[in-house]
């Protein structure tokens, strides 16, 4: 069995996939362009992939028939076309579950680095700029009694409103696709948590922006394209809206650079599931769905389209 593994993974996961096979993975600091892809998988039964390479029917079909499973390190799937995978009897899988808290976390520091202004702190008194403590010096907004406003209400989007609900906030959720007017009329806080789809891209555009009370935050950490960055740099620019935490981007690893300009505006770059116990829970959990379907099983984490 031929093994592809697109960029390094923990050692652990390493050790089950090379007791399955002969395994290749990629020693380059970056994503393999998609040439290098397309050469790199030549002849793979599993290919374990990464966010950030576009898997479909030209990858499959470079790999060659014996493809069998496209496991992806990461909940999200948008980089893979997953009917073109399928009509060739390809497993396509993801990583459910492990990175939940580790996402919502993250989501939950940006928010509280936002409205807590600790970034911005930060990088005040590393310029060396004058301060003294006073009532009104850096005031930020309190989160208890607002309204956390959920957008896609899966598992990580529920570990969220339960830490809001830990700070005293009232928590309401919408469907994947409709950020519902009402919510973005009332939350104080609107965290995205729906994947990305033709339907999400760019769910929260200019009116979704201007529908949003004047003083609520928005927090992303699913994926970039659910905003549109351009309308949303407008948007605070114009002040429409408080604030963004933002964890992805829409055109990653670029950002927009109005965005980097904002005291307003706190900026990580995808770190949501970047815990040393989280990834490595991710990668061992891409190397079972190998392991599952390269032994003739069915995948532990199957998706489909
Ligand atoms: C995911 O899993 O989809 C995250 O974006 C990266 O962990």
Same mark, same amino acid.
């Given at each position: ?95 459910p579950g492990v990175l939940t ?82 919510l973005l009329r009332t939350a ?14 760019? =769910? ?54 109005? =965005? ?46």
């Amino acid at each position: 069995m031929r093994i592809v593994v697109t960029r390094r993974i923990s050692e652990a996961a390493l050790v089950e996939l090379r007791a399955l096979g002969e395994v290749w993975v990629s020693e380059a600091d970056r994503p393999l362009e998609p040439e290098e892809l397309g050469k790199a998988v030549a002849g793979a039964d599993a290919v374990v992939s990464m966010l950030h390479d576009r898997i479909d029917a030209s990858v499959a079909e470079a790999a060659g028939p014996q493809l069998r499973i496209v496991a992806n390190v990461a909940v999200g799937y948008d980089n893979i076309d997953v009917p073109a995978l399928a009509e060739r009897g390809v497993h396509v899988t993801n990583t459910p579950g492990v990175l939940t808290d580790a996402t919502a976390d993250l989501a939950f520091g940006l928010l509280l680095a936002l409205t807590r202004r600790i970034a911005e702190g930060d990088r005040l008194l590393r310029a060396r700029q004058p301060w003294s403590f006073h009532l009104g010096f850096m005031l930020g907004s309190g989160l208890q009694g607002k309204t956390m406003g959920i957008v896609g209400a899966g598992q990580i989007g529920r570990a969220v409103g339960r830490r809001a609900e830990a700070f005293g906030m009232r928590v309401v959720y919408s469907g994947r696709s409709d950020p519902k007017e009402e919510l973005l009329r009332t939350a104080d806080v609107v965290s995205l948590h729906c994947p990305l789809t033709p339907e999400t891209r760019h =769910l929260i555009d200019a009116d979704a922006l201007a529908t949003m009370k004047h003083t609520a935050f928005l927090i992303n950490t699913t994926r970039g394209p659910v905003v549109d960055e351009s309308a949303l740099a407008d948007a605070l620019l114009a002040n429409e809206i408080a604030g963004a935490g933002l964890d992805v981007f829409e055109h990653e690893p670029e950002v927009e650079p109005r =965005l980097l300009e904002l005291d307003n505006v706190v900026l990580t770059p995808h770190l949501g599931s970047a815990t040393v116990e989280t990834r490595t829970e991710m990668a061992l959990l891409a190397a079972r769905n190998v392991e599952a379907v390269l032994t003739g099983g069915e995948p532990v984490n199957p998706v489909h389209s």
